[in-house]
């Protein structure tokens, strides 16, 4: 169970192009997910958290114009880089948790496989 | 600032040695602290921790964690190629939010 799957898991476009990234939970609801970027050799840095029907809570130093996230339904969440450039090409993550039950608070992350964005 | 550091930051082993990963945090409104085992993709779940002194142990894997001097360790016996990885120490504040360390990347030579 707590399956999280990302789509596409590579993507090698021009500069300016708009990407947009795909995080399912497969077996679960998610009114939570969570989009992670990661730079080689370094941790997940948390961008935004993704919340079912609302806006997006963005980490500080992360634009919102720039990382558009829409989360319409219980089991799908969806970033999308605007006019992406080359310094935008990282490993991008999302993460969902399973909500509910006595200690639904306190569940672990399950991540997507992510998505590999090289911007030429 | 909230901040979790691991160590060591690299380690290289031969094939049956035990090692032992830290992690140590500083965190406001701790709620748990997770390892994860992250290969070429993303991280996969390996432990979750909330209470001091309980060692949790999944096969050759165990980990435990001390709320009074805030770190947790990861111990792995018996090593293999297969866990050559990155293992991620993660520690939940407030309702949900995580934060990461850098991580610890071990290879294990055969």
């Known amino acids: 169970g707590a399956v999280v799957s990302q789509h596409p898991s590579w993507v090698i476009c021009k500069s300016g192009t708009s990407v947009k990234i795909e995080c399912r939970s497969l077996?679960?609801?998610?009114?939570?997910m969570f989009w992670y970027r990661q730079f080689p050799k370094q941790s997940l840095m948390l961008m935004a958290t993704?919340?079912?029907?609302?806006?997006?809570?963005?980490e500080q130093g992360v634009e919102k114009d720039k990382f558009l996230i829409n989360h319409a339904s219980l089991t799908l969440s969806t970033l999308t880089v605007t006019s992406a450039h080359p310094e935008d090409s990282s490993f991008y993550i999302c993460?969902?948790?399973?909500?509910?039950?006595?200690?639904?608070?306190?569940?672990?992350?399950?991540f997507g496989d992510g998505t590999r964005l090289s911007i030429l | 600032e909230d901040k979790v550091v691991q160590s060591p930051l690299s380690l290289v082993v031969h094939e049956g040695d035990t090692v032992t990963l830290n992690c140590s945090y500083e965190?406001?409104?701790?709620?748990?602290l997770l390892w994860y085992k992250q290969e070429k993709k993303a991280p996969t779940f390996l432990f979750m921790l909330?209470?001091?002194?309980i060692e949790k142990k999944s096969g050759r894997l165990s980990s435990i964690l001390d709320k009074k001097e805030l770190f947790s360790i990861l111990n792995i016996t018996a090593t293999q190629t297969g866990d050559s990885a990155v293992y991620l120490c993660?520690?939940?504040?407030?309702?949900?939010?995580?934060?990461f360390g850098t991580g610890t990347r071990l290879k294990v030579l055969a």
């Open positions: 993660a520690v939940g504040r407030g309702t949900y939010k995580y934060i």
């Open positions: 965190v406001t409104n701790f709620r748990s």
């Open positions: 993704s919340n079912e029907g609302s806006k997006a809570t963005y």
């Open positions: 993460s969902a948790r399973v909500e509910g039950g006595l200690s639904g608070s306190n569940q672990p992350q399950h």
């Open positions: 077996d679960f609801q998610a009114t939570t």
């Open positions: 909330t209470s001091s002194g």
